[in-house]
């Protein structure tokens, strides 16, 4: 790679950021943070953040973003010499905001903000099949990528849970939180000129377009 790329991804809940990442990490060797899967540990490990999440994670809304700026943004600087991507982070104009004024000090541009767009009937399906192991936040899907082991984590052989957010009533406030937050977030990259939108109803057909479009952002320069 001819140049550091920084990245975040943006997308409804279940658009498979999660999945996405992965393959990115794989592909092009990125760090990643997930502000899910931080606060997921932090409810887990029941620390003070962890508490205080969780009573909006279970009701489908955003914790707050003074919370969620701490937690994030202080892990930036450790970044400065790796390619990163960031998923779910940041998630409204007030987070844009503050991630810019963060890069800024740091001297580390963002490169590319991904937006994926996936139908909502198929990312209902996909949350209620999603079944996860806490502990790593590692994910499985019975239509999609399953199990080994029907139930079972393939690491470690550990059961396997549902997310306290993942039935449909709070998967509808989730969803229309994120239609709340996602425009003035998503304005906020095209007026930059860093915004891709990528289509599409399975992260084979997504992903090929990202590939690409992280291809290309190395190349420039
Ligand atoms: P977060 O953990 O970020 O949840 P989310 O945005 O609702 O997104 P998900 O993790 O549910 O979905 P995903 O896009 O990662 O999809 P995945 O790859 O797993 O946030 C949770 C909560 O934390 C928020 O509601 C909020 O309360 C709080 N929070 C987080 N960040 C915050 C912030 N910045 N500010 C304030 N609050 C914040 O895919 C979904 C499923 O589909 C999986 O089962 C997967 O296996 C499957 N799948 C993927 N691709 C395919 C395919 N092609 N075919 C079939 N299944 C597929
Ligand atoms: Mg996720």
Redesign the pocket.
């Known amino acids: 790679m001819k140049r550091l790329i920084r990245c975040i991804l943006i ?10 990442t992965k393959r990115i990490q794989q592909d092009f060797n990125f760090a990643s943070i ?4 931080l ?2 540990a932090h409810m887990l490990n029941n620390t003070s953040l962890g508490q205080q ?1 969780s009573s ?2 279970n009701k ?4 707050p ?1 003074k919370l ?1 700026l701490e937690l ?1 943004l202080t892990q930036l600087n450790s970044l400065k010499d790796r390619n990163w991507l960031l ?6 104009a007030l ?1 844009a905001s503050a991630l810019d004024t963060t890069l800024e000090k740091l001297k580390q541009p963002l490169s590319i903000a991904i937006e ?1 767009q996936v139908p909502d009937e198929i ?1 209902l399906q ?2 209620q ?2 079944w996860i192991h806490a502990p790593s936040g590692r ?3 019975y ?3 399953p199990p080994k082991v029907y139930g079972r984590d393939d690491v470690t052989g550990d059961l396997l849970t549902k ?1 306290s ?2 039935n449909i009533e709070t998967f509808r406030e ?1 969803l229309k ?2 239609r709340e937050n996602s425009r003035p977030l998503v304005e906020h990259y095209g007026k930059k000129g860093l915004l891709v939108t990528v289509r599409g109803n ?3 057909e997504i992903y090929p377009k990202i590939y690409e479009t992280i291809s290309s952002a190395a190349e420039k320069y």
Do not use: C, H
């Open positions: 997308g409804g809940p279940g658009a498979g950021k999660g999945t996405q997930s502000s899910g899967d606060l997921r999440a909006y994670i489908g809304r955003l914790v973003d969620v994030i998923d779910g982070f940041p998630r409204n987070q994926l990312i996909r949350v099949d999603r994910t499985y899907n239509s999609f990528n997310r957010d993942d989730r939180d994120y399975s992260s084979e």
